[in-house]
DNA sequence: GTTGAATAAATGCCGGGATG
DNA sequence: CATCCCGGCATTTATTCAAC
């Protein structure tokens, strides 16, 4: 570095700077501190917004917390209330809320109206029958989280500094989709709920609309990667995460969890091969929860500051290496999933990397879900497997999905149907145009 | 200026442990 | 038992630097 610039300096000199170079230094210059000037009041005004912001975050958690108070106080004198008291958080203070937000209202809620919501779901479903006993623990997700605080071992979310890649925007300042993130691809990264607990946790916040492709190895062609959707909806009770395959988009996995949806094709997925080790996976990873950029840009949404159980991240743009080492993948992971695609280089039970895959004889399964023959739904039966225990995740079909018996009658039916007449395409996951889900376009009301 | 090797850093997947 | 988080490891990519 040093050798380079000595010459140069030493070449000017010789030179000598006529008076038209410096004139035109000089106009750079006035420029450059134009340009400064510009910036400085952005950011002032910037830094004014932010506050703003903030004051007006600590308004709004006020007035929720005042809200809250009697329901909790409720719950802990009165046990057997507390399913109709859940339902009245969620309809009573969003609606407040809103009209208290001066963000637009209209981005709070997922359903602006009853109206809204039974044109995704039937009429005959109500909202409180939901937390059916197919599903114990709907809001686990969100409760039980909140509830870890007292926990030793696992110490609270710190929000410690995280790095990102550049995150390109638009004019309004809105992040420009499709974007690629490592080997994700977001086409839509949905609407913040943070009138209802189970759409965030300390660690994350699940939008709904929330819309990734991702390669993964195929639950059907055992030397096949193919690219999976994660979508993330509106189950009412909470969050409903869904999986589908690009070649198999009629075996789409739901579960009320991230990670109860990316077991079950993980399940599959090694059975496929005859893969006998551990299953486990980390939903929020595979969903990209947990990647930093993806955090960053679901922390930026509208309405993220009012997941009162979300502990704020801070994150600080990479420069040069870290933006550049996405753009390649984006080739590579989005369309051909060539060889340099870790999974995608697999010819699966041979050189998959890290060695974790190969089903070495001295591997070590001792985790609890290891695939059983049985575990492996029977595609060609009846078209809408379940996969061992309907609790983490449900197999559903699409061109079933308006009517299924599996799914109908906990009201997930038709919930993020995301494989629409689009299933042809390579890439593109469905309906991802302006940052709303096309929850019903196969829903048969 | 170009090329190639060495190094650093980021990423993705997995196993295992903690939690409820 | 299901879920989630964390850390380890292999891999990939960017950067740096020396040699030509």
Redesign the pocket.
Known sequence: ?AP?ATPKSRKDKSSGPSEEKYKQLKRKLKEVLEEHDRMTSRLKKARTKIMQLKREKELLLDRLERYERPSSSESDTDLTSSSSESESDVSSVPSDESHLSPHGPQRSTVFKSQADYHAVYPPHINIQQLPSSREP?PN??G???A?????????P??AKLR???HIPVDDSGKPILPLQ????TIYNLGEVVYDRKQFH????IYPVGYTIT????SMIDAEKTVTYTCTVTDGVDGPR?HVTPEDAPDKGVT??????????V?RV??AVRK?E??????????F??????VSKLIQDLPNADKCENYVWQRFEE????????????VE??GLALP?????A?ATPTQ???????LPAPH???????SPKASDIPDWSENGSAVI??E???LFYPTDTLGTSSVLSDDGVSGIGDIEDDDKGSDVLPPSVDDGEMDLDSEVDV
Do not use: C
């Open positions: 570095m380079s623990t686990k997700a409760a039980k989280r509830r870890k605080e007292p926990a030793v071992k696992r110490p979310v710190k790095k990102i890649q993130v490592g080997i994700l946790s300390e660690r994350y991702r390669p993964y190895a995460f579960a009320v969890t991230a990670t109860g949806a990316w077991t079950s993980i997925a090694n893969r080790h551990s299953n486990s996976a980390s939903g929020p990873d595979y990209g929860f947990s990647h930093p950029t990479i420069k040069g290496r870290g933006t550049k080492r996405v753009n390649p993948k590579k992971a060889s340099a695609s870790p999974l280089s050189h998959l990397p890290n060695g974790h895959l591997t070590h399964h001792t985790h609890a879900s061992d225990d609790k983490s995740a």
